[in-house]
């Protein structure tokens, strides 16, 4: 009789669980609050943000916005130590196709070799003068020291990971036809948003951000890692506990004061949120592989380190910090036939 009764209490205690867990993932779903309680601990962009729109692409989230311009202020302080603002005179102007450059023309002139090169804030060009940009720099060098006459478009968005630069690389091949395609290695980790942006809209149109922005922090165990990714997925009560737990470790090991929440995590916490890194590679493969005809070169301006993918989706990686003359220029004679 006690046996019976104990496994009637048992039931009873698993169907109160399960109902509470259907009614929960209802709540949640009707008021999306497992996406609100991401908002503190999301990455944002910020930088130039004037010179930015909300993009409808769920995989760029952001882009530069055409016509737009937005010049350059540091604060410092004065004798009485108020703030005051001091005009850098780098004003930032985007062209008429969404570029930090000059104005371009869609269709290719003749004989002109295109090379485009598509990046973060370093290629863009933060705090800096267009001229002063690298691709313009490239740009002018190559066609004063070469015959045959050259294009290079700076495409830099400040904050871009690879995933990022790869779907607007797609937009670029389709449309602007490029000779020579360069992609700047940068950032790692996640993606940005816009600041101040409706955010919720993209998670709902692009799943893979949940599993971007919340890692499992309290393993380190790939299996539990594999079934975490999964479970994201697949339920908002899950996600929304997990980005509870996440929270509170996050907290527990920030430093005092330090603000916002997404510019101070401990190194050690950062790398865990490693899952764009694989969303990056794996599109990276694919786009090489359809563009395989294309020559495209990958390349890190903070580490010296470069890499040619233009037949093969093998890294070949080539240090050049030894040679003494421009590094893209070096890059762009190893495919002789543009020479």
Known sequence: MKDKKLYQNILLVLFSVILFLIFFELFLFVTDLDTKSLKNTLFYQTMDYQNHKVSTNSELLYELKPNSNYIYFTKQKNDNAEVVLEDFNKTVKINELGFRDKNRLVNKPEKVTRIIIIGSSNTYGAVVSLEETYPIQLENYL?????????????????????????????????????????????????????????????????????????????????????????????????FFMIKINNIIIKKNLEPNCSPVYMCLPREIFLKYDYGNKISEEKKKDFVLDNIEMPILFFDPIFDTYCLNSTSINRQWINLTDQKINILEILILLYGKYM
């Open 143 to 239: 066609n004063e020291n070469y015959l045959e006459k050259f294009e290079v478009w700076n495409v830099g968005i400040p904050g871009y990971m690879l995933s990022q630069e790869i779907e607007l690389a797609k937009k670029i091949v389709l449309n602007y036809d490029p000779d020579i395609l360069i992609f700047q290695l940068a950032n790692e980790g996640r993606r940005m948003f816009l600041n101040n942006s409706d955010y919720k809209q993209f998670f709902k149109q692009n799943k893979e951000l949940y599993n971007e922005n919340i890692p499992l922090l309290i393993s380190n165990n790939k299996k539990a890692v594999k079934l975490h990714e999964i479970f994201i997925l697949m339920s908002r009560t899950y996600r």
